[in-house]
């Protein structure tokens, strides 16, 4: 019986898939669709910032409320599974949208356009598919030990998808145009959630759609959310998400810019990913043992203080291909620990509201995934836009005033830096190393005992 608890390596496997897909669309839209509208399309960086900001914090509304319909959903495949098959389809045809901005519209026409398909991708699309996927971690897998493992393979799925996407986005937008990329990436993405829809089971708290159930939801629903802000580790765990993937985003969305206008040569942007990406590729298969040595929090603090190394030596060294070598690399061994280690540490705190309050909310605790993750990134894209803005950026421009290239260097490593800083306080008090022992005994105890 306690074998069947185990995931397997087909389903870990599947399971990784999933974030693949999803990084095929989503990273795709963090690191290129500013681009795309600026140059493409024609729209002001500000706006375009101003825009992604909006709609990710409208987005983090539609989180909580995605969060409480996965716990209230009962189907024979799960709660979380299946809006993963709803949404896979949807999800690349969102992408294929957001990078077709039809050139006949007007200016504001074209604007309203990108306002549209931005916030319906963002808020209902992929606000569904990725929660429920981060969902299916906690009930897919009981074991922490699991947790883990299973967390560290689908980052590395997770950055060698990043990784091919930086290094072919700009070769296949020469080939087949933005939407004929789109069309490539959204195919793919949507095919890989798929398999994590077929290939995955759910084995905690697998609940009958039958009317006790539903009545009980709804006894609850008014509760749950209550609930849910009564556990502390909830919401300090949502800033630190919100912290990193503004952070993410700030380097996704101007890592082209800085190799185009700060380095001069857009074809840097494949090498700088790579140094970014490859500590974390190799981390990741090894965090498992970190984890045994250290633990999550602990190598999340160290984790924080190499990043914050990496983008002051960017910051405040002479601009050169070294510099960013050195910077890109410590962000990437840094982030080890904030990949594998923060999404286990979400499964911990599932487990800990359980524990102290007694009632299990595994969507609306994993809505800090991506409440977190959203609102991160459109405050990350918001710095981009608002960044570009400052620093005077002209799309126009084959080559940047030395004032914009300055610009575009502040914003790429001081932000980051300051978000660091923040992100350093408030994961201090957030050590659930320390007190999950104490949560897992307690659970056993009380399962014991029904």
């Known amino acids: 019986m306690k074998e069947k608890m185990k995931p397997s390596w087909k389903e870990i496997i599947s399971f990784a898939l999933g974030d693949g897909g ?6 795709t839209i963090g690191s290129y669709l500013t681009l ?33 319909i996965i716990d209230r959903t009962h189907t024979r495949w799960g709660k979380a599974r299946p809006w993963i098959l709803w949404t896979a389809i949807p999800m690349g045809l969102g992408l294929v949208l957001m990078f077709s901005v039809p050139d006949a519209l007007s200016d504001s026409g074209k604007f309203v356009y990108a306002s549209i398909t931005y916030v319906v991708m963002a808020v209902v ?39 091919f996407i930086n290094y072919n986005c700009n070769n296949f937008v020469e080939k087949f145009g933005w939407t004929g990329m789109s069309v490539i ?17 759910e084995r905690v708290n697998i609940e009958k759609n039958s009317a006790k159930e539903n009545d009980k939801d709804q006894r609850n629903v008014k509760e749950s959310f209550k609930i849910l802000f009564q556990n502390k580790y909830f919401l300090l765990l949502t800033i630190v998400f919100v912290i990193n993937y503004t952070v993410l985003g700030v380097n ?37 043992y970190i984890n045994q040595i250290l633990g999550k929090w ?31 690399i410590c962000l990437g061994i840094g982030g080890i620990p904030h990949n594998a280690g ?15 309050t007694g009632v299990r909310l595994d969507g609306l605790t994993n809505s800090a995934t991506s409440f977190g993750m959203k609102v991160g990134a459109g405050i990350g894209s918001a710095f981009v836009g608002w960044g570009l803005a400052w620093a005077a950026y002209d799309g126009k421009l084959a080559i940047q005033t030395a004032a914009t290239i300055t610009g575009i260097k502040m914003v790429f ?19 659930m190393d320390k007190i999950y022992p104490q949560v897992a005994a307690g659970l056993a105890e009380k399962k014991k005992n029904q």
């Not at 793919?188 to 995955?200: E, K, N, S």
């Open 22 to 27: 999803c990084n095929l669309i989503w990273t």
């Open 36 to 68: 795309y509208y600026t140059d493409s399309v024609g729209l002001a960086a500000a706006t375009i910032g101003t825009l992604m900001l909006l709609t990710r914090l409208l987005d983090g509304v539609s989180d909580l409320i995605m969060g409480s």
């Open 125 to 163: 699309v992929y606000t569904a598919c990725n929660l429920s996927y981060n969902t299916l971690l906690s009930l897919e897998a009981p074991d922490p030990k699991d947790r883990v493992t299973m967390s560290s393979i689908r980052f590395f799925v997770t950055m060698s998808v990043v990784l």
């Open 185 to 201: 990436f959204g195919v793919i993405g949507a095919a890989f959630l798929l398999i994590t829809f077929w290939g995955t089971k």
């Open 252 to 288: 996704n969305g101007l890592r082209i810019y800085y190799a185009r206008d700060v380095l001069g040569n857009a074809g840097l942007m494949g090498t700088l990913t790579l140094c970014f990406i490859l500590p974390k590729l190799i981390g990741n298969l090894i965090y498992p």
């Open 298 to 328: 602990k190598s999340m603090m160290i984790g924080y203080f190499i990043e914050l190394a990496g983008v002051l030596i960017m910051a405040f060294s002479q601009t050169s291909f070294t510099a960013a070598v050195i910077g890109l």
């Open 342 to 356: 923060l999404f286990a540490m979400v499964v911990d705190v599932v487990d800990y509201g359980e524990w102290k």
């Open 413 to 431: 490593t001081i932000v980051p830096a300051v978000l660091i800083v923040i992100g350093i306080v408030t994961l201090f008090f957030c050590n």
